[in-house]
């Protein structure tokens, strides 16, 4: 009974999100105040009916009702409570309930948040978001619905869920993954209300940054927390394969770096409004096109959701009726914008403009790479990969001009800066990063490699204009410390988020040059040489968990006889699917991380071992880390924000 | 007319998620795990390979020549293979010409099978180590090659042959075939 | 006969599910030996460069797939036998095609990979340069109607602002 109370809530959920895109429309048109403030209450009254519909699946999967198809075949009497939680989104038709949940939070979120926008702007922008909802309640009912029965005839028992998604980290990803994406629905909204609106404005900029910011902020987190799961999980210590579906997700990323970037100049310079408002409909756009290729099965990919075509082709439709219709609006409406700032070639807006080209030149060679393969085999020219090797030159080659231009954009001034007033901050900087490369490299660097040094290099470069940055703004009119201490919460976030990017540049480049890989036959009591480390065979466990068995191999490490770590690496096999899993044993340091990943048994009663040795690999994640942490602070930062737009305004009056 | 040029650049963009569209539509109807043989148009590779029930008897890539056939690489390890073998029967009583290649498989089940479901093959190699069947770039079993009469092959079809995509497309192509 | 049933019906997905699984959770491990570091290091490299064609979306050294293990096999043979490489990739691109390498070759499609950003770049930079130039008739920074909203609402929010102030004063 419960499974259908929640179908029939989702089913009216539909129904209001429906009237949340028409009554509002009506409204604005037949100027009916009553109907255009609807769209709020509506919007809210939808988010309780699929929080009690999500609320509903919860519960079904924590007492096991395996009369439900969904949860048959995605959970287990014997998993966890906090896995079965998880399960919810363990599968398409689940993890799709959870992207219209968050977009309903979202879309509620926007209704209660913006008490100061005028009350037209806003239900435009629920429209839209309505809009989005009804598109995705109609594809859950209509081809993916999770509370379908298995009656008459129902298992004891569910077929438990994918063993690669019982980890704490694939817990908390898709959730953070899906509110990057869906969040983007929200800039998307606003762009939308905007062009309809046909009123492109600083004021449209300003309201959609905070946005922005909070979605990208979950996006970063969400990717990074995917790629830190994939390094500790899968055991073969990867944290980014070029995959599609990972593709699918550093796409609307870049899109979203862009147009956080374009957002700012938009809003204090009023300039680049109909390339920021373009990125806007990207961002979003490219998320929807993610969940495509996700659920639709057109592309090879380790991540695949069982596909189907007829899902596949709904969700086709509503991407041309959703990317299409709005990038058909830009067309139109964009065309009216003037853009009415004046800046000069050196100056901050030509050098945020020019690391927006290069970002999007990212996101096309992402966006190709992904897409070709499908493209080759269709006109004919026969089956293609593209993978690894391609990315990784591509990157390298565009990462050299982004990371020195962005060096370069803090130091130089809005509208104008001239030349000679940047030599010696630049020349100061340029030394320093030298100083600081080569002094890395000598403690580092087990020996001299050209991409080593231009990655440290790049990395360095960012952290000295940065630092060197904020040191000319805080001695600007008061003392050092002083002035630190005067800088608002947004001039901290921008510095902060570059340094992620920096941290994160090197971190990469370190584990890509300097990470070494030893596939090894050890039997218990053996040990192997490695890097000055000692790993010693120390004994192998049985296992036996709640829902697996397996057995556990323990090590030793040690370095000039000193002890390191005790390390235990597991190989486990889930008993209800029979599916073998590798649970690294890994060794965090700040400098490097030791891993250790258990084979097979060979038949002389040894193990095949794989032994890793990753330099820097956590400064991959701990770039990102902090460049969330900067977006948190730029959100915090409103009312700074509000006070520097009112400058320059005044200045016109 | 300034603002007419200006809607043209603006559309660029739509105009490109159009083609991508039509791609990712026609990308629907196409498994992407499909893969050609990078062999069209090429002899059978050199091979030495053993008879299925016979070791004494050795064949080399000369039996593919002289009429066109099909060659059909199977095991008893692959369900799908099951499946096929009787369509294969019915090939083979149609008078088409099968040579079958055991791929990677174990030589006793291998005869049981044949002896139980009957055998459609005129000749059937034994390709144990699976040494043909990574120079002719098998990645599953079952395929099968069409072979022309000088020994080139045409076609490969990958997965089970059954009823529809053997009149579809594969008869066709066979019929062509000199 | 309840499970049965329901296995009939559900099949397909968890042979699609088991396919994936069964090939990517499990890493594959070898111990072969080398004659020297360089072809040890050869091999990795080539074991991150081919793709295995029988699996979801990995290369050959991450899969655990039967096919893979040939590979891996005949990858380690071909590169103790000194084979380079670029011989190694041919050897295999001869029997797979393409498809097994991940570094794609040049076609009049992918050409469109390295072109296509390139010209984005380059295109991106000429309408940064062609604005700039334009800029030269005077004109206000936001216009009035603008200002005036953004005006109106910064209005109202610092009020607002000012009455939660007095009010936690109070």
Known sequence: ?653 | MANTRKIITLSVPLIIFFVVCFFLFKGLYSDPRKLDSALIGKSVPEFTLQDIYNPEKQYDASIFKGQKMLLNVWATWCPTCYAEHKFLNELAGQGIYIIGMNYKDNRPKAIKWLTDLKDPYQISLFDKNGMLGLDLGVYGAPETYLIDSKGIIQYRHVGALNEKNWRNTVLPLFNEME | MRLISLHAYLSPIFVLLLCFISSSANSAIDTFEFDSTEQEQLFHDLSKKLRCPKCQNQNISDSNAQLAKDLRNKTYELVKQGKNEEQVVDYMVARFGNFVRYDPPMTPATIFLWLGPLLFILLGFYFLYGQIKKQNKPEQQLDLQEAKRLQKILGKKTAADEKLKQGSKK
């Open chain 1, 1 to 653: 009974m419960l499974a259908e109370i929640g179908q029939f809530a989702l089913a009216v959920a539909c129904m209001l999100s429906l009237l949340q895109t028409v009554y509002p429309l009506y409204g604005i048109y037949a100027r009916q105040q009553t109907a255009i403030e609807s769209a709020k209450i509506l919007t809210v009254l939808q988010f309780v009916f699929v929080l009690l519909s999500f609320l509903i699946l919860s519960y079904l999967f924590l007492v096991n009702d395996f009369t439900v198809t969904y949860i048959a075949t995605n959970s287990n009497s014997a998993l966890p409570w906090y896995y079965r939680l998880s399960a919810v989104w363990g599968a398409h038709e689940g993890s799709l309930l959870l992207w219209v949940f968050l977009l309903s939070l979202w879309s509620t979120a926007v209704a209660l948040m913006s008490k100061r926008l005028p009350i037209e702007s806003i239900a435009r922008v629920l429209a839209v978001l309505g809009l989005l909802s009804l598109g995705f309640y109609l594809f859950v009912l209509l081809t993916s619905n999770p509370f379908l029965r298995t009656l008459p005839y129902f298992p004891v028992d569910g077929r438990d869920l994918n063993p690669l998604l019982q980890d704490i980290g694939l817990v908390v990803h898709p959730p953070m993954l899906y509110m990057g994406y869906v969040g983007f629905s929200v800039a998307f909204a606003f762009a939308i209300a905007a062009l309809l609106e046909g009123r492109l404005d600083s004021a449209w900029a300003k309201w959609s940054r905070p946005w922005t910011m909070a979605a990208w902020v979950f996006l970063t987190l969400g990717i990074a927390l995917g790629s830190w799961w994939a390094y500790s999980e899968l055991g073969w210590g990867g944290w980014w394969f070029w995959d599609p579906v990972e593709n699918a997700s550093f796409m609307p990323w870049i899109a979203g770096t862009a147009l956080i970037h374009s957002l700012a100049v938009s809003e204090k310079r009023g300039v680049f409004k109909s390339w920021t408002v373009l990125l806007a409909i990207s961002a979003f756009s490219l998320s929807l096109l993610g969940t495509f290729l996700v659920r639709s099965g057109v592309l090879v990919s380790v991540h695949a959701f069982a596909s189907d075509p007829a899902r596949g082709l709904f969700i086709l439709g509503f991407l041309i009726l959703v990317i299409g219709g709005s990038l058909l609006l830009y067309a139109v409406q964009a065309a009216k914008v003037k853009s009415r700032g004046r800046y000069r070639l050196l100056s901050r807006e030509s050098l945020l403009l020019s690391n927006n080209i290069f970002l999007i030149a990212a996101l096309i060679v992402v966006l190709l790479g992904t897409l070709l393969p499908l493209i080759h085999k269709e006109i004919g020219l026969g089956s293609i990969s593209i993978g690894e090797p391609f990315f990784n030159r591509m990157f390298s080659v565009l990462i050299v001009p982004f990371a020195l231009f962005l060096g370069v954009g803090p130091l130089v001034r809005w509208k104008r800066q001239n030349l000679s007033e940047l030599i010696k901050p630049l020349g100061s900087s340029l030394v320093a990063t030298i100083v600081l490369t080569l002094l890395f490299l000598i403690l580092f660097a087990s020996h001299f490699t050209w991409l080593a040094l231009l990655g440290v290099f790049l990395g360095f470069w960012v952290l000295t204009t940065t630092c060197y940055e904020l040191y000319l703004r805080a001695t600007h009119r008061f003392t050092l410390f002083k002035g630190l201490s005067k800088l608002g919460n947004s001039h901290w976030a921008m510095s902060l988020g570059h340094a992620g990017f920096a941290v994160m540049v090197m971190g990469i480049t370190m584990t890509q040059n300097y990470s070494i890989e030893r596939d090894v036959k050890l039997a218990v009591g053996e040990s192997i040489a490695f890097e000055h480390y000692d790993f010693h065979f120390d004994a192998i466990q049985a296992l036996n968990g709640q829902n697996y068995t397996g057995s556990m191999g323990i090590f030793t490490v040690r370095k000039d006889q000193n002890l390191i770590a005790t390390m235990q690496a597991e190989k486990r096999i889930y008993t209800v699917q029979r599916m073998p899993m590798t649970e690294a044993a890994i060794d965090a340091g700040f400098t490097r991380d030791l891993y250790i990943a258990m084979g097979e048994m060979l038949p002389d009663g040894a193990w095949a071992v794989r032994i890793y040795y990753k330099p820097f690999i956590r400064w991959i994640w701990f770039g990102p880390l902090m460049m969330s942490f900067a977006g948190i602070l730029m959100m915090l930062d409103r009312r700074y924000r509000i006070k520097k737009v009112e400058k320059p305004l005044q200045e016109n009056c």
